[in-house]
């Protein structure tokens, strides 16, 4: 299991868009991803779950991955995070 | 009889039988199932999804217009394939014995609220997706999805709370009368393709679906902003005479299609459209116009969360150019308030929005966003003939710059190889009064002038048009507005340019003959008044208002004005 603390830089925060990047890319893989805020946690496969964190600019994720291919997952969701979902 | 109040979306008169299209009567079924249905079930909840999943997989790839219609879609698929939905139906089947109909409509009242109540302005709009699928989906379930418009025919009327725009164009085909709906605005897309199919609507009609029963009769004014449920017969007979002459009108003006916009002293006007989303083009195409005088491209940029690609851009500008050939579009960069785009773009706030960074000066401050634009534009001139223009031009000054970003622009393309063609007509929107007055200098930059009407009496006369209590003071035949459209024309022909107008007096009948001999080459209007222009150029002697002008030119109120023309 990886856990990776991570925190949202792109202005918008988690709006529609990146929610959809993170659910299509975390689906490709095998692993379970959860994503931790505050005191909430929900299935980071789930564009639902995702969306309802309505995590905004500014705010502090933990990004959870368990299974085979955990580290190409989390690889891959951090960078959205820092390329800011392409959004600048 | 009852009356209900409305806000047209497009006039004429249309008599019916209502058609009550109610999307909520889906939700209302409550039922447990037995132990022994669970398993079958569950393998009807599998089995719809899948086929709803299969069917937006087929709207998805033929979507070719839009980005943005295609990406709704795609989160509508996503919204399906969630493995908490999955696990939550799951649950609400095999553990509450809820029927498939109740688990999903639990489910769905659910995920609404939730988004209801999120804090975030980005968010609560995905409401809608999440009410388009549960209905997507139930409706499948009933088997209702192809029957919702079993019982329209030509006689109906649909009554709805809200329509899409896609729905529009589905009922348009069946040759319905018309439509009403109890929210949506009058510029909503819906409204927009409405009005230019010029099928009567209106919208905002509140308590219309509590005070009607479907079947009844129906009367929609168009030209008044008003439905009648069960009219009286003296009332229904008023309209059907009403409605008798619009038909005879519209015949008449449909065999006007092919006859070239010439008036009676033989002078050739060039007759465009206005269009302000893509889906316009099929009226476009219909009523032969002679190509689109004003592109609007707000649409790209409003309403949505992310700014559009160049990609986006080109494909959407690309489509219509080509559509439109041998005819022209001129395509008007990007002109909105930065109050719209405040959730894409840096905004400081305004006091004066209207005098603020909005037009042209939003274009010049985020210069990355203009270029992709631009870039967008000059690459579909390729497959087209496409004319650009900017908007809220002061002076010469914003014209300068533009014709130095469209270099740049091209420049950054040699580099990368693909394909353009940079080499078109850049004309200025004549709408603030400094430009009127300098329209010889600009006129020497630029190929063309197009006069917006619009702003140029708002800032004339300085007068916002919505504000109810000064609206006496919007006079489009103020007599400054009237000399201000003179000089213009004047100095723009002294250089030997074109000179158009695209606002709103272009599609007013009563206008057309003056706007004529004021010099005025070329007129834009909105699809659904082509023809009712038409035939104002077609009817008119320009020389006998032109014996006029020095008489109407001299009036010192619009109300003189008026009474000559």
Known sequence: ?88 | MKKIIGNSVSTGVAIGKAKIINKHELYIKDKKILKSEIKFEFSRFKKNVKFVIYELDKLIQNYTYSKENRDILESHKMILQDPEFNKRISILILEDQNCLEQAINTYFTEAIDIFSNVNNKYLSHKVNDFEDVAYRLLSHIKGERKDVFVDVDENSILIMENISPSFVTTVFDKNIQGLCTERGSRNSHSSIIARSMNLPMLVNTMGLLGNIKDGEDLIIDGNDGYVIISPTKSVLEKYKAIYKVEQNIQRGLLKLIDIESITKDGKKISLMSNIEIPQEIDQVLKYNSAGIGLFRTEFLFIDRDDLPTEEEQYEIYKNIAEQCIPNPITIRTIDVGGDKLSNILNITYEQNPNLGCRGIRISLQNVPIFKQQIKAIVRANVHGNIKIMFPMISGVNELLKVKEIIKICSKELINTGIAFNADMELGAMIEIPSAVITSDSIAEECDFLSIGTNDLIQYTLAVDRDNQSISDYYKPTHPSVIRSIKLTVDNAHKKGKKVAVCGEMASEKKYVKLLLALGVDELSVSPGRLLIIKKEIIDCDIAEMRAKLDKILSCKTSKEINKLI
């Open chain 1, 1 to 88: 299991m990886i856990r990776k603390t991570i925190k949202i830089v792109n202005k918008l925060g988690m709006h529609a868009r990146p929610a959809t990047m993170i659910v299509k890319a975390a689906t490709k893989y095998r692993s379970e991803f959860r994503i931790v805020k505050s005191d909430m946690e929900i299935n980071g496969k789930s564009i639902m779950g995702v969306m309802t964190l309505a995590a905004e600019f500014g705010s502090e994720l933990e990004l959870v991955a368990d299974g085979v291919d955990e580290k190409f997952l989390i690889q891959e969701i951090v960078e959205m995070f820092l390329n800011k979902f392409g959004e600048e």
